[in-house]
């Protein structure tokens, strides 16, 4: 039996920083992203009676070590679900740089857990799916759904991801990849050294309640300004968590800190834009569909050569249908 499945990446306007269960996956809070349109990640998987282990590549190239033992791991607990000790052959394609903050585990892992149930035999409801690639990587859960997306902590079964409504709210983002080289550290490890060590962490926790409300509010009234000020905001609070680690935890690098400026500088001059970083030195910019094109070159101006990719929201993930 093979299945093949797409999912697009997805960028946390209220980002997930911290685990409060390592081994179920759980989010210490509730987190808040936007599904995009751009780089899908297309897997396929076919199970293989005769095989005595799983088998995985990314674009061709043999998959190895704990990148294997990640998507084996993963398969196991989809095996299990179905009664089945059948192992499985992967098959993916991702058009994104990866490891390099642009969220390649979301869309990886929402496209195998799609891929590989629908392959194992399990008809899951679209929570239940979210519920299962939580457990592959956590933004995985968003990437299930389309377009804006909330993924709630909570227990095992009462963490996923589910839609929300954002009537004449239209978001497009530019993403400016200025490393597309791995990242140093992993956002596990990084997750895992600001829980245990960072002072800033317990603050950090009792502030995205807050900021949640105020960015469902902003959302529901399509006030752009506001969904950018607080997603902005509340990139800036998680990389504080990090900084505050032992040994602290730096993304940034100087083309980082410099394209902020560059945002800002928008801002000034009415183009309105508004910056976020994840787990590595990229800073993608939100901003209305209108305002691409111009936020596009004035990064571009400011750093030559600069791989841009522009995205608005995209489809939640999609199941090609088994293939005999
Ligand atoms: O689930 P992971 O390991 O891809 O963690 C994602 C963490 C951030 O991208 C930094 C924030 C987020 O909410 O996507």
């Known amino acids: 039996m093979s299945s093949t499945a797409i999912a697009h990446p997805n960028i946390a306007l209220i980002k997930y920083w911290g685990k409060a269960d390592e081994r179920l996956s759980l989010p210490a809070t509730d987190s ?35 990148e294997l033992e990640r998507v084996s791991t993963f398969l196991d607990l989809v095996a299990e679900r179905a009664g089945s000790r059948t192992r499985a052959v992967v098959e993916t394609v991702n058009e994104i740089p990866t490891g390099a903050g642009l969220a390649s585990s979301a869309a990886g892992f929402a496209a195998l857990a799609a891929a590989a149930s629908a392959a194992y035999g399990l008809a899951l409801s679209p929570r239940d799916l979210s519920r299962l690639a939580r457990r592959g990587s956590g933004s995985a859960a968003r990437s299930v759904f389309g377009g804006l997306v909330q993924w709630h902590a909570g227990d095992d079964e009462g963490s996923f991801a589910e839609p929300i409504e954002a009537p004449g709210l239209e978001l497009a983002l530019v993403v400016a990849v200025l490393a597309a080289g791995r990242k140093a550290i992993g956002s596990r490890e990084a997750m895992r050294r600001t829980v245990a060590t960072s002072p800033f962490f317990g603050a950090w926790v009792a502030s ?10 902003a959302i529901a009234r399509a006030d752009l300004s ?18 505050g680690a032992v040994p602290p935890v730096r993304y940034w690098n100087a083309d980082t800190v410099a394209a902020l400026d ?23 910019v939100l ?29 939640g993930v999609r199941i090609l249908g088994p293939a005999a």
């Open 32 to 66: 808040l992203s936007l599904t995009l349109d751009i780089a899908p990640t297309r897997t396929t998987v076919t199970l293989d009676p005769g095989a005595d282990q799983h088998v995985a590549s990314w674009s061709g190239e043999p998959m190895t070590g704990r």
């Open 208 to 217: 995205v309640p807050g900021e949640l409300d105020a960015m469902r509010a």
């Open 226 to 243: 506001a969904v950018g000020e607080l997603a902005e905001s509340n990139a800036m609070r998680m990389h504080a968590t990090m900084l």
């Open 262 to 284: 560059v945002v800002a500088q928008c801002r000034r001059d009415g183009i309105e834009a508004y910056a976020t970083i994840d787990a590595g030195p990229n800073v993608k």
């Open 287 to 315: 901003c209305r569909p209108e305002a691409t094109t111009a936020v596009a070159d004035r990064l571009r101006a400011a750093f030559a050569d600069v791989d841009l990719l522009v995205s608005g929201s995209g489809p």
